[in-house]
Every structure is written in C-alpha cells, then in structure tokens.
C-alpha cells in the first residue's frame, strides 16, 4: 500500500509557475510508474503527465507539453510537476497517481493507476 500526498497548489496568475510535489509512503515508489493528472470543474479527469521509475521516460498531454515538466527523486520518495506559462485553462485539482504494476510502461488511462493523493487545487487568473 502506498499512499500519496500532493502540495503545492495555489493561485497563480496567467504566464507564472507553480510546481508540484507528491510524497509517498512506504519502501516502493522507486518501483512505480508515477503520473499526474488534473480534474477541472464539470470536465473527466485528464491525463497530464507520466514518468517511468527511473525517470528515464516521461509523457505529456498534449495541452501541457513544452510548458510542464514531470520529474522524480526516489531518495526523497517525491514526485514533482513544474508548471511554467499558465494559462487560466489549466485550473484544477491536480493529483499524483501510482501505477504499481509498471515500471517502465507509462499510461495515460486513469484505470492503470491504482493509488491516488487527494489532490492540490491550482487556481490561474487571467
């Protein structure tokens, strides 16, 4: 088991940067797949980023490439997303996710992931 705390939300104004940490628990973070994703109001969640468990591979949406950056330190057990250029459309709640079946195969698909955090709020005003 696994369990997982996102930080780091906040209000921000469109073009400024945020970044992101997600802490786990426990000995097997270093074994995961690790993955971001954001829920906006009245919209499906949606896949925003994903790192293998190295940190050898990563995968963005489409709607963040180039402006956000998904990174890991497994001595510390924290996953990070620096999110540069903000745009009011990237409002939401952002939560870290863990695919504890992979290491290297990274997924976009929410229902590959098996432990989730509790989400951080990231508000961007225009």
């Known amino acids: 088991q696994v369990q997982l705390v996102e930080s780091g939300g906040g209000l921000v104004q469109a073009g400024g940067s945020l970044r992101l940490s997600c802490t786990a628990s426990g000995r097997t973070f270093s074994r995961y797949v690790m993955g971001w994703f954001r829920r906006a109001p009245g919209k499906e969640r949606e896949f925003v980023a994903a790192i293998s468990w190295n940190g050898g591979s990563t995968y963005y949406g489409d709607s963040v490439k180039g402006r956000f950056t998904i990174s890991r330190d497994n001595a510390k057990n924290t996953l990070y997303l620096q999110m540069n250029s903000l745009k009011p459309e990237d409002t939401a709640v952002y939560y870290c996710?863990?695919?504890?079946?992979?290491?290297?195969?990274?997924?976009?698909?929410?229902?590959?992931?098996?432990?989730w955090g509790q989400g951080t709020q990231v508000t961007v005003s225009s």
């Open positions: 996710a863990a695919d504890r079946n992979n290491m290297v195969r990274l997924t976009t698909a929410n229902r590959e992931y098996d432990y």
